[in-house]
């Protein structure tokens, strides 16, 4: 027996929720105002609802959302950061609404609309997240492993942040060059996320002081193109 599950997500301002959908390709398929709100979005197969929205609550804090699965997450993100500027005259990365970042191989990523809303597109083939790091790693590595998914899998710079540096008091000294540079790199990224550029400046300074060999460089320098390319992301204007 054949069934359809539909989100239903707070509609708020509904005329601004669904002006924000119509702007990600969203097609709007309803819009009642009377006697209560209630609006309806439809792309590629799948429906988003929206109705009332609760008085004096917030919906980031309810944690009101869904999850979208799609065959290839990238071209999303793409044709949204796309949008998203021509709309807002540059990326609206941080408040609300918010697109989060995306680096290459990522599987996800989140939008928060106006109402805050959390939609989450997730590749289909996306693996299992193993939280505390990878059991085949150990020390510095295993940290990294555990603050990627932090990052990219729960978007908590906050938390993955703090994973490194405890990590890297721990097990810096042993921890191999490149592994540090690595480290130094995925913070200096959440501070550009954070737009901290001093923050930034300080932490590549530090990758600058390390013995690292022209291999190790390689590893890093891709590392430290996304510090730059999140940068240009978020400063980019329309």
Not at 28 to 52: C, D, I, K, M, W
Request: charged share 25%; hydrophobic share 40%.
């Amino acid at each position: 027996m054949a069934a359809t599950s539909v989100p239903m997500l707070w509609g708020g301002n509904l005329p601004e929720t669904l002006e924000f959908y119509k702007t990600l390709g969203y097609v709007v398929t309803y819009e009642q105002h009377r006697p209560y709100s209630y609006g309806a979005v439809r792309r590629n197969g799948f429906e988003l609802h929206f109705g009332p929205t609760p008085k004096e609550l917030d919906a980031q804090r309810a944690h009101i959302g869904c999850l979208v699965v799609v065959d290839e997450v990238e071209p999303w993100h793409v044709e949204f950061t796309a949008a998203l500027r021509a709309k807002y005259g540059r990326i609206p990365a941080r408040g609300v609404p918010r697109i989060t970042r995306f680096r290459p191989g990522q599987t996800r990523f989140t939008v928060v609309d106006p109402v805050g809303n959390t939609v989450i597109y997730i590749q289909r083939d996306e693996p299992d997240p193993e939280y505390g790091g990878a059991a085949v790693l150990e020390g510095l590595a295993r940290v990294l492993d555990h603050a990627r998914i932090l990052r990219d899998s729960k978007s908590d710079d906050a938390a993955a942040a703090r994973i490194i540096e405890t990590g890297l008091r721990r097990y810096g000294t042993a921890a191999t060059p490149v592994e540090r540079a690595r480290a130094l790199a995925m913070l200096a990224e959440i501070a550009a996320a954070a737009d901290d550029s001093s923050r930034v400046t300080q932490l590549l300074a530090q990758v600058d002081t390390l013995a690292l060999s022209e291999a190790d460089r390689a590893v890093v320098a891709d590392e430290l193109k996304v510090v730059a390319a999140l940068r240009d992301w978020l400063t980019t204007e329309a």
